[in-house]
């Protein structure tokens, strides 16, 4: 088991909390989270990107000049690919980026980055984020007595804390998503990764 102390909503030591070694503990293994990461980064892409070829553009139909006599060179078309304002060769056109993952590399990769926020000390366990109602303001405040204002911070909710979710939505640096949400790109893609203990033990749930 792997020990982390854990934060009260004061931001101050509330005692220890034990994480799964299985979970938190591990060796990362770094080409399979970049395999994961890029993935799933081409997976958010549209793949509406889009030029014409000489067949599509406009204009174009009869030959700029004769075959021959003019000392210039032969050309057919003013919409070929190497006149300004022809079709693009070999341009992008509208496609999926979609590629699927085995279960197993998904896991595997998340293992790896929440092993490596917590031996990098950039994991942060805290017990109850203690919001009662919608407050930016506190939320704020709990940034700074954890020690990551300015930061670029990641935090994760159960999928029912409305409250939460609410009060950091405004915060600038920090991207709040719920523990359904969560994915290897986004627990990677910060400085500091904060959890609840109750997104804690779930994580672990799934990914043991």
């Known amino acids: 088991m792997s020990k982390i102390e854990l934060k009260n909503a004061e931001g101050k030591a509330a005692g220890t909390v034990e994480l799964d070694s299985s ?8 080409p399979v989270i970049h395999q994961v990461v890029t993935v799933q980064l081409g997976n958010l892409r549209q793949g509406t990107h889009d030029t014409k070829g000489r067949s599509e553009v406009s204009g174009g139909g009869a030959k700029p000049w004769r075959q021959k006599g003019t000392g210039r060179a032969r050309q057919g078309s003013i919409r070929a690919t190497q006149w300004v304002g022809g079709g693009v060769p070999f341009g992008p ?3 999926s980026h979609n590629r699927r993952l085995n279960n197993k590399e998904i896991k595997l990769a998340m293992r790896g980055v929440l092993s490596g926020k917590l031996r990098d000390n950039e994991l942060v366990i805290v017990d109850d984020y203690g919001f009662e109602k919608p407050s930016t303001k506190q939320a704020v405040a709990l940034l700074k007595a954890l020690g990551l204002e300015g930061k670029r911070v990641t935090l994760v909710v159960s999928d029912d804390d409305i409250y939460t ?13 719920g523990v ?17 203990s109750a997104v804690a033990k779930k994580l672990e749930e799934v990914l043991a």
Do not use: Q
């Not at 979970?23 to 770094?30: A, C, H, K, R």
């Not at 609410?166 to 640096?173: A, P």
């Open 93 to 95: 056109i509208p496609r």
């Open 180 to 196: 359904g949400e969560a994915s290897t790109h986004s627990l990677i893609d910060n400085a500091a990764l904060v959890l609840s």
């Open 23 to 30: 979970v938190f503990g591990i060796e990362p293994n770094i």
């Open 165 to 177: 979710y609410l009060s950091f939505r405004n915060v600038e640096t920090v991207r709040v998503i």
